[in-house]
């Protein structure tokens, strides 16, 4: 199992501070949280610009899906691309979405989502990032590599990592009434995996509990040297 660093940044400047770091002879795993507010990707490594792609499932029905094959918005000639099992699609509501209007991905307990990831020529990816709603510490994600796990992070971690960096994760951030944001009892945050010198080619979402994990704005991608 990899270890982990934890990074922050900041959408208007590279602002990394690295809260803790674990070594172990899997290597590391780069964990980012964005700034509060934001539903998409706001930090732009140069080594990931053209090589990160996004599904935000807002061209799909309101449905569940068994096959759903995503090029992650990079077109036909994209180097990698990604086949969905299990995804159920809802609309944005107050316990996911990235925004007001759109729609999201929910994985429940016993149903969980499969999203198989390719790139052309390599066996697997380097980079994964979502929009993390109402996190719940019942939310999972696990990693694997040619069918054999490689990390696993759960709504619990999220919310460590959210608490560490203060109140304003709290609360939809695009639902806000005059009293202030909405569903302040859970967090919301853009959460990204940076695997070093590990890859992945499948990422399962699921939960333990009757919750839901609600995520948006999946982001697939490698680094050049990956």
Do not use: C
Request: proline letters at 3%.
């Amino acid at each position: 199992m990899a270890s982990q660093r934890i990074s922050t940044f900041t959408f208007l400047a590279v602002v990394q501070i690295f809260i803790a770091l674990i070594v172990s002879s899997a290597g590391a795993i780069d964990i980012f949280i964005g700034a509060p507010g934001l539903g998409f990707n706001p930090f732009r490594d140069p080594n990931l610009t053209q090589n990160v792609g996004f599904e935000n499932f807002s061209n799909l029905n309101l449905s569940y899906y068994y096959n759903y094959e995503s090029n992650f918005g990079l077109g036909p000639s994209t180097d990698i691309s990604g086949t969905y099992n299990g995804l159920r699609v809802k609309s944005n509501d107050l316990y996911g979405g990235s925004g007001s209007s759109g729609k999201y991905a929910v994985a429940y307990k016993g149903s969980e989502i499969k999203l198989n990831v390719r790139r052309t020529g390599r066996t697997g990816l380097g980079y994964f990032g979502l929009y993390w709603a109402a996190i719940d510490d019942s939310n999972w994600l696990e990693f694997f590599h040619q069918g054999v796990s490689v990390y696993n992070y759960t709504g619990k971690d999220a919310k460590k990592l959210v608490d560490e960096h203060g109140w304003r994760f709290y609360g939809n951030p695009f639902f806000n009434t005059w009293t202030g944001f909405r569903n302040r009892n859970q967090a919301y945050a853009w959460i990204e995996f940076h695997f070093n010198d590990q890859l992945f080619d499948e990422v399962r979402f699921g939960d333990t509990d009757d919750a839901g994990f609600e995520s948006d704005e999946h982001a697939i991608g490698y680094f050049p040297e990956t």
